[in-house]
């Protein structure tokens, strides 16, 4: 066989994306660390700062303080003044890095590629025999960090925007309704439209435990808890409430039978009522979803989604970036007759499911 003739310069720009993608991965954990020891919140609104009063002000030692500025330097995470060799973190990256309320606040999200490397023999396992791996069976991190990554999106859009973008829903949440939040997870969702009306009564519900329990201290938190409940259930044997509205909050992907939830959430839907479901945003076709966006969510999807309903008899595995038409058939062979996309986000689809006739 002729060996293949290699472009040099095809070759020296793939090189450069692969160690630009390393080289990301290392800064992950320069984020999280920066983070956890709040030099980025150290850092917030306070100008130029040097290494040794960065490492003052929060309890650190000054020599790892140092190299850590210079990573983020390096990596256009902070600004660097040479002449004063002092480090600033502009507006825009404290509403990245430091600003917990941001929807844009990004550090927690480093915990579910941390999770991925922990489990990575649980994924080269699956791999090798088809068998998946459940939601509960991943480290720690993978849930705590999928709860922190979603949660300040949702509180920017689920209640001003994605709710009144359903048809008539705001008026029934205003007037009293039953909602259940499957796959509520942490239950910041829940909590969300709680607070937002107090008339109507929210029902989190979610197959992990241990997701259970922090959704009931968040609840504790918020001060909701008497107009909220968290029960450990399955997308398929809830409590038939008849819900004025069901929620599916980026996890149908995840199960797998979801034409089977779909059918469920038909059976315990109150006449009237409306599904509403927030899934990964993608488009309908893999050539259309060749982004950095979608390259995270294919990503997530080959170790945790997939991964998860194939641990569940994997009926149907959608996996993470299903698109908008896998996703209308799933509810048409569940019965509903309506379906329409009400708003998306770069990260996110919101559709809208009813029974009519």
């Known amino acids: 066989m002729n060996a293949p ?49 960065l490492a003052t002000r929060t309890g650190c030692a000054e020599r790892y303080v ?28 404290a ?4 600003d917990e309320d941001s929807p844009l606040f990004i550090p927690h999200a480093w915990q579910v590629p941390a999770s991925m490397w922990f489990d990575e023999a649980r994924t080269l396992e699956a791999f090798r025999t088809g068998q998946g791996v459940a939601w509960g069976e991943h480290d720690g991190r993978l ?18 925007e994605w709710l009144p973008a359903l048809e008539g829903v705001v008026d029934k949440l205003e007037a009293g309704i039953e909602v259940a939040d499957v796959g509520c997870g942490h239950g910041h969702s829940t909590v969300l439209m709680a607070k937002a009306f107090p008339r109507s009564r929210f029902h989190g519900l979610d197959g992990h435990a241990a ?40 996890c149908l992907h995840d199960m797998g039978d979801p034409v089977a939830a779909a059918r469920y959430a038909a059976r315990v839907l109150a006449p009237g009522g409306t599904v509403m479901l927030v899934e990964p945003f993608a488009q309908d076709r893999v050539e259309h979803n060749l982004s950095p966006i979608a390259r995270m969510y294919y990503a997530a ?14 009926t149907l595995v959608l996996g993470a970036q299903a698109g908008e038409e896998r996703l209308a058939e799933v509810f048409r062979q569940a019965g509903f007759s309506h379906f329409r996309r009400v708003a998306e986000t770069p990260f996110n689809l919101i559709l809208e499911a009813r029974l009519v006739g």
Not at 82 to 88: C, L, N, Q, R
Not at 95 to 98: I, P
Not at 225 to 232: D, N
């Open 301 to 314: 999807s080959t170790t945790i989604c997939c991964a998860h309903a194939i641990s569940e008899g994997g």
């Open 5 to 53: 003739v290699i472009d040099q310069t095809k070759l020296e720009a793939f090189v450069t994306r692969a160690v630009d993608d390393l080289s990301a991965a290392y800064g992950g954990v320069m984020v999280s660390l920066g983070s956890k020891l709040g030099l980025y919140k150290a850092m917030a609104g306070a100008g130029p700062l040097g290494a040794a009063e």
């Open 143 to 160: 849930q705590c960090g999928v709860a922190a990554l979603y949660r300040n999106g949702y509180r920017a859009s689920l209640v001003p």
């Open 95 to 98: 509403l990245v890095l430091a």
């Open 211 to 250: 997701s259970i329990d922090e959704a009931r201290c968040n609840a504790d938190a918020a001060g909701v808890s008497e107009r909220v409940s968290f029960e450990l259930a399955r997308a398929t044997d809830y409590p038939d409430r008849q819900y004025g509205l069901i929620c599916f909050f980026d």
């Open 66 to 93: 140092r190299e850590w500025l210079n990573a983020q330097a390096a990596g256009g995470y902070v600004g660097y003044h040479a002449v004063s060799d002092t480090y600033e973190l502009s507006p825009e990256q």
